[in-house]
């Protein structure tokens, strides 16, 4: 499943984003967006490709696909030497968020934790 997840999601990278495996089942998508909505735009259409992936694998199971993102802006950086651990933790804190208010969905760090409808 790894490989078919890796393969399908590397086809709905763009040139100036970078696509990794962290470890485990868990992806990072690292990119510079202009907004928020940029940002979530880019977290789903990789999630939705993961999330199609999977279902090449395992047919008979519905899957789901949950993610985070998080973006710093200059201003918010604290520390130049933290702000890459900051952005991953923050983006973490996201994907948790996710899973606890339903799965199946990307939340953007700093969004009120209300539970929704998985899409």
Known sequence: M???VAHDASKAVRTEE???RVGGDE???VLEPNS???????GERIRLAI????????????LGVSGGAAMLTP???QSV?????DLVQLADDALYAAKRTGRNQLRLSGEP???VAAA
């Open 2 to 4: 790894l490989v078919q």
């Open 18 to 20: 970078l696509f990794a």
């Open 27 to 29: 992806f990072a998508l």
């Open 36 to 42: 928020q909505e940029e940002l979530r735009a880019a």
């Open 51 to 62: 999330a199609n992936a999977m279902s090449k694998v395992v047919e008979a199971q519905e």
């Open 75 to 77: 201003a918010e950086v």
């Open 81 to 85: 030497s933290t702000a890459e651990t």
């Open 113 to 115: 934790e209300q539970i």
